[in-house]
């Protein structure tokens, strides 16, 4: 049987007649304003679209740069990768307390290499290079989403920032965290605009999704939910806003297993805990805005985030009938979700108290950046031009620094190996210093010769901080490593020091022992004694050896300062007097 059309309602006034108050159609030959008006703004639609276009190609293009250019692992990929490659899924899972993520990154980078995709260094750079395409997808789809709008804030400041490129690609969870809490972000949202199980569930999955890839992603999930909640309570809708709270409910409770491996790993994170707080949380975020000036983040970051979030948060309390409800509403849940996120996650920063890098900011600047994409061009029209505008000169002035970034290698370690094997004899003896150099070292040297750090530990696949605790409680804990290389030297043969041992100058008298953890200057972080550790190294060179060679000087390497390795040779043995030290040629 077929079926008439359903004809759609007719109004009582003729859409051509004359709307009352107006004045009357103008002749041919006389500016109509409004018609005007509607042809500008269906130029500047164009230019938008046109605009989001040339930012997703050029931010694409960017990660295929990094994904040719990025090389080996550094020492920090390398230490998620060897997790996740141990012989069974027990021992990943109780190896995960050395890292910073859940389950679910490790997990991903074992099946991927488990499938062969991984075999390699490039096989587990292309894993990345997808996971950096998939963050730039989030974008665009949070963004349609959430009222169908245009991620131009999110891909000029977020997808075109070279450390959300260099690190979100890395073999690192931050990207996956970030793809995950924009999705999250999303769901939800659309969960909150009109309720239904298949709805709910999707937010749900999202959720745990994105507190399983990263532990501060907690506390963003955290600012989503509050800001769906606190949206159905306004309208009255108690029971949408307890499954907006379930949501949230089961994501936090899929974290109980990590609750007792991360209390016991307190016990050896205190070596690396600065007592970071909100104030460096904050100068961090300054940093990940990279190639720009701290004025174009106090102005373009910072003050887009404060308008972002009261006027979304006030959206929903005005009382203007030109703005539709389904705006106020969107409009107020990523106003709050934006100032719980940026409070949340700078309250994780102080209760971990571990160094804040700027690249933990990631997921967050990416929530920052679509909640400003949802907020800034619903607050006027005239909004749209400034974001327009906003997007063009972030991508003119960000694209020279990425460009060059992405063109970095993240570590000359194999580079510093490979030197070392073709020259080194299987009697030499090998520093590395500092000692978390050794992850890198450990995977791409290949030699014979004898290799060990300072101090000597016993394992090298992922960051021994435990290991690192207990040398901090012996006294002269780097030794039997001088012992050997007084062996070495005595024998004729040469001492190589991989990374960078500080050389004393003339008269300088040899530095004091710290007494053992947690009595030291900074009760148990480590820094003090790693320096220490080199200066007693360097002064035992310094005074002994007559021949100190530097073969890879780290301030002429074009990578990033985080794994710059130099390579020095040392020679000879003998005991003069110690006013005329060596310094390195």
């Avoid at 990768?81 to 890292?99: C, F, M, Q, R, Y």
């Avoid at 370690?413 to 890198?440: C, E, K, M, R």
């Avoid at 005074?543 to 040392?570: C, F, K, Q, Y």
């Amino acid at each position: 049987m077929n079926k008439e059309p359903i004809s759609k309602p007719h109004s009582n006034r003729d859409d051509n007649a004359q709307i009352p108050g107006k004045s009357e159609t103008p002749p041919d030959g006389c500016c109509n304003p409004k018609r005007t008006s509607t042809s500008f703004w269906r130029k500047i639609s164009l230019a938008e679209w046109s605009v989001a276009g040339l930012l997703t190609v050029a931010a694409a293009c960017l990660h295929w740069v990094y994904f040719r250019h990025a090389g080996v692992l550094w020492r920090d990929e390398t230490g998620i990768v060897n997790i996740a490659l141990l012989p069974s899924w027990g021992e990943v899972w109780k190896t995960l307390p050395h890292d910073h993520c859940p389950i679910l990154f490790p997990a991903l980078v074992r099946v991927w290499s488990k499938a062969g995709a991984g075999a390699t260094d490039q096989g587990l750079r292309m894993l990345g290079l997808g996971i950096g395409l998939a963050v730039l997808a989030a974008f665009w789809i949070t963004n349609r989403m959430m009222g169908r709008g245009l991620p131009l804030f999110s891909l000029s400041l977020a997808a075109l920032n070279f450390t959300v490129i260099t690190f979100g690609d890395s073999l690192r969870a931050y990207g996956l965290a970030t793809a995950c809490i924009l999705l999250t972000l999303g769901l939800v949202w659309r969960f909150t605009e009109l309720p239904g199980w298949r709805r709910g569930l999707l937010a749900g999955f999202a959720a745990v999704l994105s507190v399983q890839t990263l532990y501060q992603n907690a506390f963003l999930v955290l600012a989503v939910c509050v800001a769906g909640i606190v949206l159905c309570i306004s309208r009255r809708q108690y029971r949408p806003a307890m499954a907006v709270l379930s949501i949230g409910f089961v994501a936090a409770l899929s974290l109980t297993p990590y609750i007792k491996p991360l209390l016991d790993a307190q016990s050896w994170w205190v070596v690396s805990k600065t007592g970071d707080g909100f104030h460096v949380f904050l100068d961090r975020m300054i940093q990940i805005t990279g190639g720009f000036s701290s004025i174009w983040f106090y102005y373009v970051w910072f003050v887009s985030v404060i308008i972002a979030a009261v006027l979304g948060i006030g959206q929903f309390f005005r009382a203007a009938a030109t703005v539709l409800k389904e705006s106020r509403d969107v409009c107020f849940f990523a106003g709050v979700a934006l100032a719980a996120g940026f409070a949340g996650y700078g309250i994780f920063f102080k209760l971990a108290g571990l160094p804040v890098q700027p690249w933990y900011c990631i997921p967050l600047i990416g929530l920052i950046a679509v909640c400003c994409d949802v907020i800034l061009p619903r607050m006027h029209q005239s909004m749209r031009l400034g974001v327009l505008v906003v997007a063009v000169v972030s991508f003119l002035l960000a694209w020279p620094t990425t460009y060059s970034n992405t063109q970095q290698r993240r570590t000359n370690g194999d580079q510093v190996a490979a030197t070392l094997a073709q020259n080194i004899s299987p009697d030499d003896f090998v520093i590395v210093h500092p000692w978390y150099y050794g992850l890198t070292f450990a995977r791409y040297y290949h030699g014979s010769a004898v290799w060990k750090t300072l101090p000597p530990l016993e394992d090298y696949r992922f960051h021994r901080y435990d290991l690192i605790k207990q040398e901090l409680q012996m006294t002269n804990a780097i030794q039997p490593v001088l012992g050997n290389v007084e062996v070495a030297l005595r024998s004729g043969h040469r001492v190589w020091i991989v990374g960078e041992v500080p050389m004393p100058k003339p008269n300088t008298p040899p530095p004091v022992d710290l007494p053992p953890a947690p009595n030291g200057p900074a009760g148990w972080l480590d820094v003090p004694y790693t320096r220490v550790w080199g200066l007693k190294l360097g002064y035992v060179l310094a005074s002994h050896t007559t021949n100190i060679t530097r073969l890879v000087n780290p301030s002429t390497n074009a990578l990033e300062p985080w794994e710059d390795i130099g390579l020095t040779v040392v020679s000879g043995w003998n005991d003069p007097a110690l006013t005329n030290l060596p310094q390195p040629k």
